[in-house]
């Protein structure tokens, strides 16, 4: 009796997924507002042109055609699939705005025409400037890395330093309390004729924003220890040596890592400026370039270049401190 | 059978002397002096099990870090078996009322600490899976300090202590923070330990009972600055009972001692 009503059902399940499996609508929808983007691109004209107008209806038709299909196949894409559903009203938001902001750009003219690019006229800037944007890149990324790097090994060390040493923090705090607080920026004028290359005028720049925040914090951080972490490796034959680098750094970490990703802001400020007032290449120099010329879509385009870069650095960022700081559940919210 | 293994492997892990000779401290509060003990002399034997009992804030941790050698006493002296303690000493551990494990480190890597610091973490590997089956933590070798419930923090905090051989293990109220049936459970525990591997202990606890229950002998201190104001043998055999009449009455006279008539 039981094992009947138990096949009935087993039936009844099996029948429906093999015929009315779940179609992703959202996908279809996604699918319908791109398709809608490509007509409005191609179907009306510009009114003044843009360049690589085919390669955009391509790509929209193309992303159109992957979501449809995607429609009735996400579901075994696993992890991934579980991604773009949850990401399915963004791709159907934008498929809408790329419609409207091609209307009322390139096709209706409504915005002030210099200021204003429709997302074709970006694409432009890449197919036909990509070469430049890869060495502009290139420049920040070797500027960067060094700058921030330099300025959070020297940061952390002398944070270490000061909240360990009654010598150094006596002598310390006081300058890293009076310099701290001004903002990297003001350093500029100074440090254009303090250094023999702006390029190195830059890379301190660059150092001393991330370096700062990062050595005071960490200096707090080493300062805020439970003395009783100390008493108790000491009572098991811990040396200073130890003290410092098993228990003082390792306790301080979570003020490291604000530190982090206070520097980590500051670096991408104060880079742009510097960059802007007297490199030869890099993101702020093609940005101020760009804008003299008033080539406004390879503003746009550069614009977002960025907002890439930055956060995926503030990503992997997090990554790493949640690999290191995966002791902290439960410790500490933030 | 752990046990036993532990203390083979250290053969010569008995118990030192402690000798705390005319022993004034003080501590320096806003530039004004804080006496906390006056003129203690008391001496434990080797293998002795000895309980510190007071009213709190009287002195008695301070007695416990000055063995540990983590001060140096104001006036006085401190000997370990004749010589004079001027430094903290694995063969001498301290267990705070917090178990204050380090939150970054795995129970595993808490326990090796000792081992670590003293440079013989590589000989050591089997001596720290000894200890945590000692106080039955193998199975959270790899767990997190906040994965812990407080009796398992504080028995980690015992492995980490017993793991380096001590001869002198000196109790900071281990238990205060514990449910009574946890407490139940580790009194036995550390008197188990104690009967097999013969290290002195000096046990600072507010619970008479505890004291009773565990130690040879029973210190009594006065308030701030803390002096030595009586002592009671517990001539008893283990395992004690604590409804024992012997135990009840020496319940009674601490209590006074303590000021309690009731």
């Known amino acids: 009796m039981t094992s009947a009503a138990v096949d009935k059902d087993a039936g009844r399940k099996s029948v429906s ?3 009315a499996r779940p179609v992703w609508k959202h996908g279809l929808y996604a699918a319908a507002a791109w398709l809608l983007a490509a007509i409005v691109t191609a179907a009306f004209p510009d009114v003044v042109p843009w360049g690589s107008r085919d390669v955009f209806v391509g790509l929209l038709l193309g992303g159109g055609a992957v979501l449809a299909g995607l429609a009735f196949s996400v579901e075994k894409l696993g992890g991934l699939g579980r991604g773009l559903i949850h990401y399915g009203p963004w791709l159907i938001a934008l498929g809408l705005w790329f419609a409207l902001w091609e209307l009322i750009t390139a096709k209706l003219g409504w915005m002030p025409k210099p200021f204003f690019s429709p997302p074709h006229g970006l694409l432009h800037v890449y197919i036909v400037d990509w070469q430049r944007i890869l060495i502009c890149i290139a420049y920040t990324a070797r500027l960067w890395t060094i700058g921030f790097f330099s300025g959070i090994i020297i940061g952390f060390t002398g944070g270490v330093a000061l909240g360990w040493s009654k010598t150094f923090a006596y002598w310390g705090m006081p300058v890293l309390r009076l310099i701290g607080p001004v903002p990297a920026s003001a350093w500029i004028p100074a440090t254009f004729f303090l250094f023999p290359t702006t390029f190195q005028a830059s890379l301190f720049l660059v150092a001393l924003a991330s370096g700062i925040p990062v050595a005071i914090l960490t200096a707090s951080g080493v300062n805020s220890v439970n003395r009783a972490f100390y008493d108790v490796a000491r009572t098991l034959g811990a040396n200073n040596r130890y003290l410092v680098l098993r228990v003082a750094i390792p306790a301080a970490l979570p003020h490291v890592f604000i530190g982090l990703f206070m520097g980590l802001y500051y670096s991408f400020a104060v880079l742009v400026v510097a960059e802007m007032l007297g490199a030869k290449y890099g993101l702020g120099w093609y940005l101020q370039f760009q804008t003299a010329y008033s080539a406004y879509a390879n503003v746009y385009a550069m614009l977002i270049i960025m907002a890439l870069l930055c956060s995926g650095l503030v990503k992997l960022l997090f990554v790493i401190r949640d690999r290191l700081l995966g002791w902290q559940k439960g410790v500490v919210q933030w | ?10 053969a010569n892990a008995a118990g030192l002397a402690i000798d705390f000779q005319t022993v004034s401290h003080q501590y320096d509060l806003d530039g004004q002096p804080l006496p906390v003990l006056r003129q203690i002399d008391l001496n434990v034997g080797p293998g002795e099990f000895i309980a510190l009992l007071g009213p709190s804030g009287c002195g008695k941790s301070t007695l416990l870090r000055l063995a540990a050698g983590l001060e140096r006493p104001t006036t006085g002296d401190v000997l370990e078996d004749g010589t004079s303690i001027a430094s903290p000493d694995p063969s001498r ?16 890597d808490n326990v090796a600490i000792g081992p670590e610091a003293r440079g013989v973490l590589a000989g050591s590997q089997k001596r720290i899976d000894d200890a945590l089956r000692l106080v039955k933590l193998e199975a959270f070798a790899s767990a997190f300090p906040h994965q812990l419930s407080g009796g398992m923090a504080q028995r980690a905090a ?8 001590p001869h002198l293990l000196l109790l900071d109220e281990p238990l205060g923070r514990l449910d009574s049936l946890t407490r139940l459970t580790m009194q036995e525990e550390i008197l188990s330990l104690w009967r097999h591997a013969g290290y002195t202990v000096i046990l600072v606890t507010h619970d008479v009972e505890e ?21 009671v043998v517990v001539d008893l055999p283990y395992p004690r009972r604590r409804d024992d009449p012997r135990i009840v009455a020496q319940r009674q006279t601490i209590l006074e001692f303590l000021g309690f008539s009731a």
């Open chain 2, 93 to 108: 551990v301290l267990v705070f009322q917090d178990p204050t494990l380090f939150p970054w480190r795995t129970v595993r």
């Open chain 1, 17 to 19: 997924s093999a015929f």
């Open chain 2, 158 to 165: 015992l492995a980490r202590a017993l793991v380096n051989d």
């Open chain 2, 1 to 10: 059978m752990v046990a036993t293994t532990l203390r083979a492997a250290s």
């Open chain 2, 211 to 231: 004291a009773l229950l565990l130690s040879q002998r029973v210190i009594i201190l006065s308030e701030r600055p803390a002096r030595i104001k009586s002592e």
